[in-house]
């Protein structure tokens, strides 16, 4: 895709969609602000280049006008990350945000309201999307987050204005996602993890076309356990997805993909943080145990796997890691990955529940690159397109 190097940008009105869709506490407190650490580099690149910034995003799910739902407690952060005060619209269109737009100076960000208050954004109106793009010269989608949404603000927009074109962020994204992932550097390893096999299927079936080695973890392992005849107790077994989990298996096998399972876990009688546990071969869960995290001797030979490859991609935790006493998969694939890094091997954390583990163990920052996605990532790593990406326009450079 288009993006926007090359493009004049000195006092053009640049509309940007960012995805500063982040958690908030009780006090509307910011308690996770990696997605807008994320869109700073592009911002920053459109203030340099003396263009009017127009942040939009959208933040929850809200239905109409929500205050709760508003990005007012996304001004301080992105104006000290920024270091400018940036302004906020109480609106994203009409006459309030004209004005705005007509008084903001070259290098100035104007940041618009939830674009979620309007129903329209959504249903990907036409109108919407018109009016939306009638405040600026340029499209720049950053929003990695939310590109598998066909929305006014990520889709419908770029039918309005032209040109439209990739931010830095999208662009980073898709190149590790996309092109890391397409011709990595070999061996090329894929770790899978998660509680349902059925949310997976699309990324394994496609990682599986990719990768030389695959390593399975989290709670769809007890599916695939039962496909092969195991006990697994009381584990999470999904019974329609059976016959999926022993295709799965011998799809690897025909491909000559090393796919590797838990030899060992660790199980509990109830599912909760002070649940009694102990360790057991993936062949010896009890009646009335469930398993909840892959035991030693695995992270072992996953870490034994791990040490040939020169790309690793990770998506899904390897256990309830939520608890402290079942994270010990998760936070050694974490280590061992933050290990890589430093021996020059490509890690990709691939969005979602991943990322919250490579933060909780603090070596977020070693990774070659920290997926700001969470569905959109999966259904990237699934190989579909995404439609914000799609409407993109193709070639560089932007003459604006
Ligand atoms: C996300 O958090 O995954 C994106 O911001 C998209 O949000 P949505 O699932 O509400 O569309």
């Known amino acids: 895709v288009g993006d926007l190097t090359g493009a004049d940008l000195k006092g053009k009105k640049v509309f940007v969609r960012v995805d500063l869709n982040v958690p908030l506490d009780d006090n509307q407190k910011i308690t996770d602000d990696t997605r807008v650490r994320a869109a700073i580099p592009t911002i920053k690149y459109l203030i340099d280049n003396g263009a009017k910034v127009i942040l939009s995003s959208h933040l929850g799910r809200p239905k109409g006008v929500t205050p709760k739902f508003s990005l007012a407690p996304l001004v301080p952060r992105l104006s000290e990350l920024l270091g400018i005060q940036i302004v906020k619209a109480d609106d994203c269109i009409g006459p309030e945000v004209e004005k705005l737009v007509t008084a903001l100076p070259d290098g100035g960000v104007l940041l618009l309201e939830n674009v979620r208050f309007y129903k329209e954004e959504e249903k990907n109106?036409?109108?919407?999307?018109?009016?939306?793009?009638?405040?600026?010269?340029?499209?720049?989608?950053?929003?990695?987050?939310?590109?598998?949404?066909?929305?006014?603000?990520?889709?419908?927009?770029?039918?309005?204005?032209?040109?439209?074109?990739?931010?830095?962020?999208?662009?980073?994204?898709?190149?590790?996602?996309?092109?890391?992932?397409?011709?990595?550097?070999?061996?090329?390893?894929?770790?899978?993890?998660?509680?349902?096999?059925?949310?997976?299927?699309?990324?394994?079936?496609?990682?599986?076309?990719?990768?030389?080695?695959?390593?399975?973890?989290?709670?769809?392992?007890?599916?695939?356990?039962?496909?092969?005849?195991?006990?697994?107790?009381?584990?999470?077994?999904?019974?329609?997805?059976?016959?999926?989990?022993?295709?799965?298996?011998?799809?690897?096998?025909?491909?000559?993909?090393?796919?590797?399972?838990?030899?060992?876990?660790?199980?509990?009688?109830?599912?909760?943080?002070?649940?009694?546990?102990?360790?057991?071969?993936?062949?010896?869960?009890?009646?009335?145990?469930?398993?909840?995290?892959?035991?030693?001797?695995?992270?072992?030979?996953?870490?034994?796997?791990?040490?040939?490859?020169?790309?690793?991609?990770?998506?899904?935790?390897?256990?309830?890691?939520?608890?402290?006493?079942?994270?010990?998969?998760?936070?050694?694939?974490?280590?061992?990955?933050?290990?890589?890094?430093?021996?020059d091997v490509t890690t990709i954390i691939g969005g979602g529940d991943s990322v919250a583990a490579v933060e909780k163990v603090g070596v977020a920052d070693v990774m070659s690159h920290i997926s700001t996605g969470g569905g959109a990532s999966l259904e990237l790593l699934e190989g579909k397109e995404l439609p914000g990406v799609v409407a993109l326009d193709e070639a560089t450079p932007v003459p604006v």
């Open 125 to 343: 109106e036409p109108e919407f999307a018109k009016k939306l793009a009638s405040i600026a010269d340029l499209y720049v989608n950053d929003a990695f987050g939310t590109a598998h949404r066909a929305h006014a603000s990520t889709e419908g927009v770029t039918k309005f204005l032209k040109p439209s074109v990739a931010g830095f962020l999208l662009q980073k994204e898709l190149d590790y996602l996309v092109g890391a992932v397409s011709s990595p550097k070999r061996p090329f390893a894929a770790i899978v993890g998660g509680s349902k096999v059925s949310s997976k299927i699309g990324v394994i079936e496609s990682l599986l076309e990719k990768c030389d080695i695959l390593l399975l973890g989290g709670g769809m392992i007890f599916t695939f356990y039962k496909a092969q005849g195991l006990s697994v107790g009381s584990s999470l077994v999904e019974e329609d997805k059976l016959s999926l989990a022993t295709s799965l298996l011998e799809k690897a096998k025909a491909k000559g993909v090393s796919l590797l399972l838990p030899t060992d876990v660790v199980i509990a009688d109830k599912f909760a943080p002070d649940a009694n546990s102990k360790i057991v071969p993936a062949s010896a869960i009890p009646d009335g145990w469930m398993g909840l995290d892959i035991g030693p001797d695995s992270i072992k030979i996953f870490n034994e796997a791990l040490e040939t490859t020169k790309t690793v991609i990770w998506n899904g935790p390897m256990g309830v890691f939520e608890f402290d006493k079942f994270a010990e998969g998760t936070v050694a694939v974490a280590k061992k990955l933050a290990e890589l890094s430093g021996k």
